[in-house]
């Protein structure tokens, strides 16, 4: 009966406190922020019933909230799972002693066999050494080797190359391509029985006659009279020619280059003679030796150690000059008939000029001239040009042929300047009907 009235005193006093705590009234707020004027004249405002003692005003709102509850805790890791150990390794027992190898039994000792009867041999000869000959150098297989000697390409300049198949005894290397190339077979070039390549590309072979003087170019700053060496051959009716010699007029000088008569050829001998207004001009035979006029604008160079040479005026020409024999293989191929006494040495020669006139004449020279048309028959195994009469001279150094222009001066009217075979693209075959070229 205690404990009842008890629990019910009790319950009347809670019962007391809820009506009490009910009857304490909301708490009442109000903006009093500057910047809500609109809220701050809306007065007090209550608390909501969530929060009636702990509200705070929002000025923003206009309206009073409740203050927001802080998120519950975060409920504890639950607790490591214990691992469980490992089970104890398994204790292996030891491997069993090894087994005791028998040791071999010792070897028999063998009786020694009889000794055999000695008898004595010759040792055998040592064997032979084997010679392997050399390979044959250029110059002794026939087909010689040339380099570039222009030190304005560094790439090319000294780089040393075998002659082609069609030139292997003559040949020189063209620096800008650095690639060999056939003397004979640029425009300007005057080779052979004597095959000539024209300032217009055009190839053609102009005989002339044995024992006589042609003019090769004639302008009114140059003349140059070529020599003719030659033999008949009984079954034709003109003569096999080569030129042996240059008669050279430039200003009021004279120039002489000649190869001389030899029987049997020998490379390493010089064949060249060289005069200057009569006077004999010396060369040491060594490639590169260059001898200069004492006005320095004539020079004579050696371009190999003998029978080769650059000349060279000064604004007006230069000239390469090479003395080469007829050889037997040639004598063969082309029936020349040469014998033991005569090699017929001669000059394989290549031209380039600086200036020249539009009405430049001769052999060579009309092919440089403005409006030449080439008379060579075209479409033939060999193009001969004829004119023999036009181009006659009385001597190598006379101007009396009939297309004679030399009056020792440049004419600087109706002049070409600076023609050189560089200018011209040309294209065919060696030894062909025609090598075209064009300006």
Same mark, same amino acid.
């Given at each position: 009966?205690?404990?009842?009235?008890?629990?019910?005193?009790?319950?009347?006093? *809670?019962?007391?406190?809820?009506?009490?705590?009910?009857?304490?009234p !909301?708490?009442?707020?109000?903006?009093?922020?500057?910047?809500?004027?609109?809220? $701050?004249?809306? /007065?007090?405002?209550?608390?909501?019933?969530?929060?009636?003692?702990?509200?705070?005003?929002?000025?923003?709102?206009?309206?009073?909230?409740?203050?927001?509850?802080p998120?519950?805790?975060?409920?504890?890791?639950?607790?490591?799972?214990?691992?469980?150990?490992?089970?104890?390794?398994?204790k292996?027992?030891?491997p069993?002693?090894?087994?005791?190898?028998?040791?071999?039994?010792?070897? &028999?000792? =063998?009786?020694?066999?009889?000794?055999?009867?000695?008898?004595?041999?010759?040792?055998?000869? @040592?064997?032979?050494?084997?010679?392997?000959? @050399?390979?044959?150098?250029?110059?002794?297989?026939?087909? &010689?080797?040339?380099?570039?000697k222009? &030190? +304005?390409?560094?790439?090319?300049?000294?780089?040393?190359?075998?002659?082609?198949?069609?030139?292997?005894?003559?040949?020189?290397?063209?620096?800008?391509?650095?690639?060999?190339?056939?003397?004979?077979?640029?425009?300007? !070039?005057?080779?052979?029985?004597?095959?000539?390549?024209?300032?217009? /590309?055009?190839?053609?072979?102009f005989h002339?006659? =044995?024992?006589?003087d042609?003019?090769?170019?004639?302008?009114?700053?140059?003349?140059?009279n070529?020599?003719?060496?030659?033999?008949r051959?009984?079954?034709? =009716?003109?003569? #096999?020619?080569?030129?042996?010699?240059?008669? $050279?007029?430039? /200003?009021?000088?004279?120039?002489?280059?000649?190869a001389?008569?030899?029987?049997?050829?020998?490379?390493?001998?010089?064949? *060249?003679?060289?005069?200057?207004?009569?006077?004999?001009?010396?060369?040491?035979?060594?490639?590169?030796?260059?001898? %200069?006029?004492?006005?320095?604008?004539?020079?004579?160079?050696?371009?190999?150690?003998?029978n080769?040479?650059?000349?060279?005026?000064e604004?007006?020409? &230069?000239?390469?000059?090479?003395?080469?024999?007829?050889?037997?293989r040639?004598?063969?191929?082309? +029936?020349?008939?040469?014998?033991?006494?005569?090699?017929?040495?001669?000059?394989? *020669?290549?031209?380039? #000029?600086?200036? *020249?006139?539009?009405?430049?004449? /001769?052999?060579?020279? %009309?092919?440089?001239?403005? +409006?030449?048309?080439?008379?060579?028959?075209?479409?033939?195994?060999?193009?001969?040009?004829?004119?023999e009469?036009?181009?006659?001279?009385?001597?190598?150094? !006379?101007?009396?042929?009939?297309?004679?222009? #030399?009056?020792?001066?440049?004419?600087?009217?109706?002049?070409?300047? +600076?023609?050189?075979?560089?200018?011209?693209?040309?294209?065919?075959?060696?030894?062909?009907?025609?090598?075209?070229?064009?300006?």
């Amino acid at each position: 009966m205690a404990k009842l009235t008890a629990r019910l005193g009790m319950f009347l006093v *809670l019962l007391l406190f809820v009506v009490a705590a009910e009857a304490v009234p !909301a708490k009442k707020v109000r903006c009093t922020d500057p910047a809500y004027p609109d809220c $701050i004249s809306d /007065g007090l405002f209550t608390c909501p019933s969530g929060c009636p003692q702990t509200c705070t005003m929002s000025c923003d709102r206009c309206a009073p909230v409740c203050p927001r509850s802080p998120p519950p805790p975060a409920p504890p890791p639950p607790p490591p799972r214990k691992q469980k150990s490992p089970p104890p390794p398994k204790k292996r027992s030891p491997p069993p002693p090894p087994r005791k190898q028998k040791s071999p039994p010792p070897p &028999k000792k =063998k009786s020694p066999p009889p000794p055999s009867p000695h008898y004595s041999y010759p040792p055998p000869p @040592p064997p032979a050494p084997m010679v392997v000959p @050399p390979p044959p150098s250029g110059d002794v297989s026939g087909q &010689k080797r040339a380099r570039c000697k222009n &030190k +304005n390409y560094p790439l090319c300049y000294g780089v040393e190359l075998s002659c082609p198949a069609g030139c292997p005894t003559q040949c020189e290397v063209d620096c800008t391509t650095c690639s060999p190339v056939c003397s004979c077979d640029r425009p300007g !070039a005057v080779c052979q029985d004597p095959r000539f390549i024209g300032g217009d /590309g055009v190839t053609f072979y102009f005989h002339g006659k =044995k024992d006589r003087d042609f003019c090769l170019v004639s302008d009114s700053n140059i003349h140059i009279n070529a020599h003719f060496i030659g033999r008949r051959n009984q079954d034709m =009716k003109r003569d #096999f020619t080569w030129v042996q010699s240059l008669g $050279i007029l430039f /200003g009021k000088h004279q120039l002489f280059i000649g190869a001389k008569k030899t029987s049997t050829w020998d490379d390493s001998v010089d064949r *060249l003679s060289i005069a200057l207004d009569g006077q004999s001009v010396y060369l040491p035979e060594a490639e590169g030796e260059k001898w %200069q006029s004492a006005s320095s604008d004539i020079s004579i160079t050696r371009w190999r150690d003998t029978n080769a040479v650059e000349i060279e005026v000064e604004g007006n020409f &230069k000239i390469k000059a090479v003395v080469v024999p007829l050889t037997d293989r040639d004598s063969l191929i082309h +029936n020349y008939g040469i014998t033991q006494e005569n090699c017929y040495a001669h000059l394989d *020669l290549s031209f380039k #000029f600086y200036w *020249l006139s539009d009405e430049v004449t /001769g052999v060579l020279g %009309q092919t440089y001239a403005k +409006n030449y048309v080439s008379r060579a028959k075209m479409g033939v195994a060999m193009p001969v040009l004829g004119g023999e009469r036009e181009f006659t001279s009385s001597g190598l150094f !006379a101007t009396d042929c009939a297309a004679a222009r #030399f009056i020792g001066e440049l004419s600087l009217s109706n002049s070409t300047g +600076n023609f050189q075979y560089g200018d011209l693209n040309c294209s065919g075959g060696e030894d062909g009907p025609g090598v075209v070229c064009k300006r």
